[in-house]
């Protein structure tokens, strides 16, 4: 059977058939590579005529696992020559390399072969190329990016000195403990695609040692133990104040922005939360209809919701309907009798799927967007392959009011929220409850605008206290649309309270924390908080009876 190398490994096919014979003879013998003995039957000298259809040749020969690794960095390769790719390439390649250097680059035929040459001769160009790449699809939607705060400037960025670098280094080797070998590149971002001039740092930093087993093509068996890189990407926007850090995990993103902020840009560091998002189904209660936007990229042919999941009577029990594009959801829900009834009365929409057929500007295929979004305030859109795909559902989602993006409070709201703040911060707690919230008369919604709370889906069951000595039931949540019951395991029923008690929020603890120092401070006219421990802050003093007496914010006095 002929193989059909352009659907196998279209990109390292793309290479093959377009780049320069002598960077694909240097393509072959990339260390990346020096691992793969079968592939020595196949590398080329350039000099010699027709030989470099040995390479051509292993396209038809070779399976497509044993190609993959080429077929991955092709990928790379390819990527960067796009248009994107291209204009972060240029930008970030003039600021970077020498003027002999850029001549080189610039000086390649086309884009594929610019790409190419960087990957073989400018390495560290080409992965802040990459990084470039990632941060302006991903940085919005906070999958593996946060973003921090800090004071705006309107002159020169950090101070990119040699021997501040060394400190952020020094920094951070202290703070993560792992031993030497870290690195730091800065590279400047010009302004352009609709965002301005940046400063980006690629920081190389050791991760624990790990191993793993291979086996080569006689079959022996080995260990390789190595360290592996950890890799971490600050992006600092002079103009906006924004510190866009993209490492493994949480806790990792905010010591490497801490330690930024505080040695590169000397700032105290913010805990206020940027660019945060919440996904909000609930308009769904009120039908399946979405409309059809405007847009000069793409335009939009059809938007349905294929399949909702809602809870009736209890949210342990689902009811899921689903469809297909060329259907509407609401024409089949009225067409049922009672069904329309059945979906007004339940008490939670905790999934939906939305398909849209699309066209793209300049090209005649339809194309088709599938994504799911859930109550516990996650979509799949960020787990899509196609970068405009990703933009686009979002863009969507914004148009129809389902993403709903934070501010910061005003003065005045500031004030009003002082009270809620104050107790959320007393109980030190990581969620609330719905429940918790109503009994201190505490809105929620607000909070949730302006990044205190997360919406975090629901609870399952709750305890019933033992008043009967009997010790405490599992009970189970069973909601209404016009309130809820708790059912303890014995069938026995009361009543519970509306549905909006069994929800439960994620507390942004650093960010109320922050705040309320910082309005406290306000209040007292205190001229600095300092923080004895995480319970207790000093406020300063106050004048009684002609004495200084020192004044506390302490919380958790009732544990």
């Known amino acids: 059977m002929v193989r059909a190398p352009t659907k196998t490994c279209p990109n390292l096919s793309r290479l093959f058939d377009e780049a320069e014979t002598d960077q694909v003879a240097t393509f072959l013998n990339m260390r ?11 590398k080329f000298d ?16 070779e399976k497509k696992d044993r190609l993959a690794p080429l077929e991955t960095e092709a990928t790379r390769i390819v990527t960067v020559a796009g248009s994107r790719g291209q204009f972060a390439l240029e930008g970030l390649g003039r600021t970077k390399l020498e003027s002999e250097r850029t001549r080189s680059l610039m000086g390649q035929r086309d884009e594929l072969a610019r790409s190419l040459w960087t990957y073989i001769n400018e390495n560290t160009l080409f992965e802040a190329t990459e990084n470039s790449l990632h941060m302006r699809l991903y940085r919005r939607y906070d999958k593996h990016y946060q973003t921090f705060m800090v004071e705006p400037s309107h002159e020169r960025g950090a101070n990119a000195a040699s021997s501040v670098l060394d400190l952020l280094l020094a920094d951070l080797n202290t703070r993560l403990d792992r031993g030497d070998g870290y690195n730091i590149d800065r590279f400047d971002i010009p302004a352009g695609d609709g965002e301005p001039a940046a400063e980006m740092y690629l920081l190389f930093h050791p991760d624990p040692p790990t191993s793993v087993r291979e086996i080569d093509d006689a079959g022996n068996r080995s260990r390789i133990y190595f360290r592996p890189p950890g ?38 560091p913010s805990r206020q939360p940027v660019d945060f998002q919440a996904y909000d189904i609930s308009l769904f209660f009120a039908g399946f ?81 599938d994504f799911t979004i859930t109550d516990r305030n996650t979509s799949s859109l960020l787990s899509l392959d196609d970068p405009f795909e990703r933009v686009l559902g979002h863009r969507l989602l914004r148009k129809w009011d389902i993403l709903l993006e934070g501010r910061a409070p005003s003065e005045a709201e500031s004030m009003a929220a002082l009270p809620a703040l104050l107790a959320l911060w007393d109980i030190s707690a990581d969620k609330v409850s719905g429940a918790w919230l109503q009994e201190r008369r505490i809105d929620p919604s607000f909070l949730t605008e302006v990044g205190f709370l997360v919406p975090a889906g629901w609870e399952g069951d709750d305890l019933i206290d033992d008043d009967d000595g009997l010790g405490p039931m599992a009970a189970e949540v069973v909601l209404r649309p016009e309130g809820a019951d708790l059912k303890a395991t014995e069938g026995q029923s009361a009543p519970g309270g509306p549905p909006d008690r069994y929800r439960v929020y994620r507390v942004r603890e650093g960010w109320v ?40 914010l302490v919380r958790g006095l009732a544990d």
């Open 231 to 268: 890799e971490a990407m600050i992006v600092y926007t002079p103009s906006t104040g924004r510190v866009h850090v993209r490492a493994g995990n949480r806790t990792l993103r905010h010591t490497i922005a801490e330690s930024f902020i505080e040695t590169v840009l000397d700032q105290p």
């Open 46 to 61: 350039p000099a010699e005529p027709g030989t470099v259809n040995s390479a051509e040749e292993m396209l038809l020969q």
């Open 513 to 552: 924390a922050q705040h309320l120092r910082e309005r406290v401070a306000d209040v007292l006219d205190a001229p600095a908080v300092e923080d004895l421990n995480s319970h207790i802050l000093a406020l300063g003093t106050l004048q009684i009876d002609a004495r200084d007496v020192p004044v506390y």
């Open 289 to 369: 209809e979405l409309t059809l936007p405007d847009f000069e990229d793409v335009i939009i042919l059809r938007a349905q919701v294929i399949r909702a999941d809602v809870s009736i009577g209890n949210l342990a029990n689902r009811l899921s309907l689903s469809t297909t594009i060329n259907q509407d959801m609401s024409a089949i829900i009225d067409s049922q009798p009672g069904l329309g009834r059945i979906f007004e009365r339940a008490v939670a929409i905790r999934f939906v799927e939305i398909a849209v057929q699309y066209r793209r500007a300049g090209r005649d295929t339809e194309e088709t967007l």
């Open 32 to 42: 990346a590579f020096e691992r793969l003995s079968w592939l020595d039957k196949y």
